[in-house]
């Protein structure tokens, strides 16, 4: 496994319902962030956890850091079939600077 | 705000054959630069790291003088695939750290371009 390993690596779920995604990494870290792919686009930003935190909001998203347990999740409440794309965790750690690591991603599909 | 542009979204070239994909931070000055490969269903690898005005600093397994980068200035870096080989057929993505963050790495955040797709032939 490497650093920021989602998991599942694809989500099915029906409009509506909720959505969890996990990811987990090996080394210490500053921050981790989550963004959306959709196919054959670049990356969008939607949340950056700090490694203080445990806990933050941005509309129908959720995250959470257990840096105990070098793990997050991503919760994507009420989900929309615009929702589908792939999620990436990525990681930027306290030797690596402000290069990120990401992890495999998951694929998310939500069907309407 | 911080939008970052790729150029050209798609190439098609024959093999042994040198690509240029520029990247530029549109309304926003990037102290760093960051180009990524990524296959097909797979995730992002960091190639290399630019700097304006310095030489770029590349992970381990890439090739410097096969995937040449330059980094002109705080707005555009380029990267160039050098006698491309089918292999080297890939989506290329840059990403740019914004000026306004740079030192606080708890602000940091990369914005991402849109993509290149490489198809070498």
């Known amino acids: 496994s490497q650093q920021g390993e989602e998991d599942p690596q694809a989500l099915s779920i029906q409009e509506g319902e909720n959505a969890t995604m996990n990811c987990s990494y090996k080394?210490?870290?500053?921050?981790l962030q989550w963004y959306r792919q959709n196919s054959g686009r670049g990356l969008v930003h939607l949340i950056l956890i700090r490694s203080n935190e445990r806990e933050k909001h941005s509309g129908r998203l959720r995250v959470t850091l257990d840096t105990s347990k070098k793990s997050s999740s991503l919760l994507i409440t009420a989900s929309r079939a615009a929702d589908t794309a792939s999620y990436f965790c990525?990681?930027?750690?306290?030797?690596?600077?402000?290069?990120?690591?990401f992890g495999e991603g998951t694929q998310l599909t939500v069907n309407p | 705000g911080a939008v970052v542009s790729q150029h050209p979204s798609r190439v098609i070239c024959k093999s042994g054959t040198s690509v240029k994909i520029e990247c530029r931070s549109l309304d926003f000055q990037a102290t760093t630069m960051f180009w990524y490969r990524q296959f097909p269903k797979k995730s992002l690898m960091l190639m290399a790291t630019s700097n304006e005005g310095s030489k770029a600093t590349y992970e381990q397994g890439v090739e410097k003088d096969k995937f040449l980068i330059n980094h002109a200035s705080l707005t555009l870096s380029t990267l160039t695939v050098t006698s491309a080989h089918p292999e080297d057929s890939s989506f290329y993505i840059c990403?740019?750290?914004?000026?306004?963050?740079?030192?606080?790495?708890?602000?940091?955040?990369?914005?991402f371009g849109p993509g290149t797709r490489l198809l070498v032939l």
């Open positions: 080394t210490s870290i500053n921050n």
């Open positions: 990403s740019a750290t914004p000026l306004w963050t740079s030192g606080r790495a708890w602000e940091e955040t990369q914005y």
């Open positions: 990525a990681t930027d750690g306290e030797t690596s600077g402000s290069r990120l690591t």
